[in-house]
C-alpha cells in the first residue's frame, strides 16, 4: 500500500512534535528534516512547507544551533509574506518566532520590533483577545522584563490577562 506525500508528512510531523515533547531534539530533528523533504516535494506554495521549516528551526532553537534556526525561521517568514502577504495572521506567527530567536540570543533590539509588528498584525486579523494573541503579548512581556523595562512589562501582561482564557477564541499556533 502506497502512502500518499500528504500523509508521509503528517507521520513525519506528529513523530517529530513526539519526540520534542521528550526532549530528544536529535530525533525530533531527524522527523522534521524528512518532513521538511517531504514538504518541499508538494512544492513552494504549499502550507506544510511553512510548518516544516518552522518545526526543524523549533529544534534547531532548541539545540542551539541558532544560525540554521535564523535561516530557516527567515525562509518561513518570507514564504507566508509571498503566500498571504504581510497583513496575515500566519505571517505574524512566522514574525513572532523570529523574535522568540532574537530574545533566545539575547539580541533584544532585533526582536522588539519584529514581536511589535506581529502582535499589531495579529490584533488586526484575528482580533485582540484572541488566545493567539495573548500568547504574543506574552512573548513581548518576557522580552520587556529581559530588557529591564518591567512597567512596560507590567502593562502588557495586564492586557494577558484581562483576555482570560474564557475570552480567548480558538488557539492560534504557538510563537
Known amino acids: 500500500m502506497a502512502v500518499n506525500k500528504r ?6 510531523t506528529r513523530s517529530g512534535k513526539q519526540f520534542m515533547r521528550l526532549r530528544n531534539w536529535k530525533e525530533a530533528d ?3 528534516a524528512a518532513a ?4 518541499e516535494e508538494l512544492g513552494p506554495e504549499d502550507p506544510r512547507l511553512g510548518v516544516a521549516l518552522n518545526n526543524a528551526a523549533h529544534v534547531h532553537q532548541a539545540r542551539r544551533r541558532y544560525a540554521e534556526a535564523e535561516a530557516l525561521y527567515r525562509r518561513a517568514l518570507d514564504i507566508a509574506i509571498r503566500v498571504h502577504g504581510r497583513d496575515h495572521a500566519d505571517t505574524a506567527v512566522n514574525l513572532a518566532n523570529l523574535a522568540g530567536l532574537f530574545q533566545a540570543r539575547e539580541l533584544y533590539d532585533q526582536a522588539e520590533p519584529l514581536y511589535r509588528e506581529a502582535i499589531q498584525t495579529f490584533e ?3 482580533g485582540d483577545r484572541h488566545a493567539g494573541t ?10 520587556l522584563r529581559r530588557m529591564s523595562r518591567d512597567e512596560e512589562a ?4 495586564e492586557r ?7 475570552d480567548a477564541g480558538a488557539a492560534a499556533a504557538a510563537p
Open 7 to 12: 500523509e508521509l508528512w503528517e507521520m513525519y
Open 30 to 32: 531527524r522527523m522534521f
Open 36 to 39: 521538511l523533504q517531504v514538504a
Open 124 to 126: 488586526r486579523t484575528m
Open 134 to 143: 495573548a500568547r504574543l503579548l506574552g512573548g513581548y512581556a518576557a522580552l
Open 154 to 157: 507590567a502593562r502588557v501582561e
Open 160 to 166: 494577558v490577562r484581562a483576555i482570560g482564557p474564557g
